[in-house]
């Protein structure tokens, strides 16, 4: 069964504190693993695919990186308005394209 | 690109009656479309998967014959909440994927908040 672990749960970070955000997963074989964010109240926001070990993608202050086990959303100099929550989910290969989510992390980012 | 428009994003119906929630894609071709639950705090629970002109795969403990969902077209999914109950009350978000917007990413719609009175 694939699963997915994000920690921490939550994280406080002052404004431009730069850090990390954790997936860890197992999945019999990765098609692809996703990042959202999610505002409260709104549906997720689609920010990165990534699909092999090695692989990072880039999105203003946002940072996603891929080994075979885990992923990392970093987060350079945050604002407040990178307060949301963050979703992972992995997407196995094979003929099912439903993704399995994590519980997210909730980020809140103090001016 | 890739944009799910979901309507309505609010709606208070009465314990009873029938509320129907669309999902559309505004831009691309859903070939897939999930429908999701989630509760304060909570992660997305899947309810649902539908494929177009086929019958949607429910998750395991969904009732289908009280969340009827139809995938009519390649655009338009819908998930109509039947004979509904104040524990029904929830966030709705349906999800789509589709064959011509590059990878296999689903886009989001805005949700919907059901309140059941």
């Known amino acids: 069964e694939d699963q997915v672990t994000q920690s921490p749960e939550a994280l406080r970070l002052q404004e431009g504190e730069s850090s990390s955000l954790n997936c860890s997963y197992t999945v019999s074989g990765l098609r692809g693993l996703f990042w959202y964010r999610q505002d409260p109240g709104k549906g997720p926001e689609f920010l990165f695919t990534?699909?092999?070990a090695g692989e990072e993608k880039e999105k203003e202050r946002l940072k996603a990186t891929l080994t075979k086990k885990e992923s990392f959303l970093h987060i350079t100099a945050p604002k407040p308005e990178d307060s949301a929550t963050y979703l992972c989910a992995v997407q196995a290969s094979g003929g099912s394209y439903i993704p399995t989510f994590g519980r997210g992390t909730s980020l809140i980012v103090h001016p | 690109g890739a944009v799910v428009s979901q309507h309505p994003s609010r709606v208070i119906c009465k314990s009873g009656t029938s509320v129907k929630i669309e999902c559309r894609s505004l831009d691309f071709q859903a070939t897939t479309m999930f429908w999701y639950r989630q509760f304060p705090k909570k992660s997305l629970m899947l309810m649902a998967t539908s494929n177009e002109g086929s019958k949607a795969t429910y998750e395991q403990g969904v009732e289908k014959d009280k969340f009827l969902i139809n995938h009519a077209s390649l655009t338009l999914s819908t998930l109509t909440v039947t004979s509904a109950h104040p524990e029904d009350s929830s966030f709705y978000i349906c999800?789509?994927?589709?064959?011509?917007?590059?990878?296999?990413?689903?886009?989001f719609g805005q949700g919907t908040r059901l309140t059941v009175v």
């Open positions: 999800s789509a994927r589709g064959r011509d917007i590059g990878g296999t990413e689903a886009f």
């Open positions: 990534l699909y092999s």
